[in-house]
Nanobody, 118 residues
């Protein structure tokens, strides 16, 4: 059974940094496309950053130049380095893994809270 476990959230002042981690178990991590999403109450979940199995990345415009997504296939882990944090980055951050078995199959973590104080 595939499991995704996020860690690294917390409370930080504006301008600070956090690094989120998402550990994947139960399947071949290197075959997954991975992504970080965030959600605030009352709003849709939005893509923050994504990285393919081949290492290609893309970012939401709001985080370009501040956030960096990376993966370590040896550790079955994807990271989100968040710098220059702003109060509007406050959200619950979710890790998603996607693999293709005849069709795309998505797996989600439980989420980790990031709160940025002004």
């Amino acid at each position: 059974q595939v499991q995704l476990v996020e860690s690294g959230g917390g409370l930080v002042q504006a301008g600070g940094s956090l690094r989120l981690s998402c550990a994947v178990s139960g399947s071949i991590f290197s075959r997954f496309d991975m992504g970080w999403y965030r959600q605030v109450p009352g709003k849709q979940r939005e893509l923050v950053a994504a990285i393919t199995s081949g290492g290609s990345t893309n970012y939401a415009d709001s985080v370009k130049g501040r956030f960096t997504i990376s993966r370590d296939n040896a550790k079955n882990t994807v990271y989100l380095q968040m710098n220059s944090l702003r109060p509007e980055d406050t959200a619950t951050y979710y890790c998603k893994g996607q693999r293709f078995v005849m069709q795309p199959i998505d797996y989600w973590g439980q989420g980790t809270q990031v709160t940025v104080s002004s």
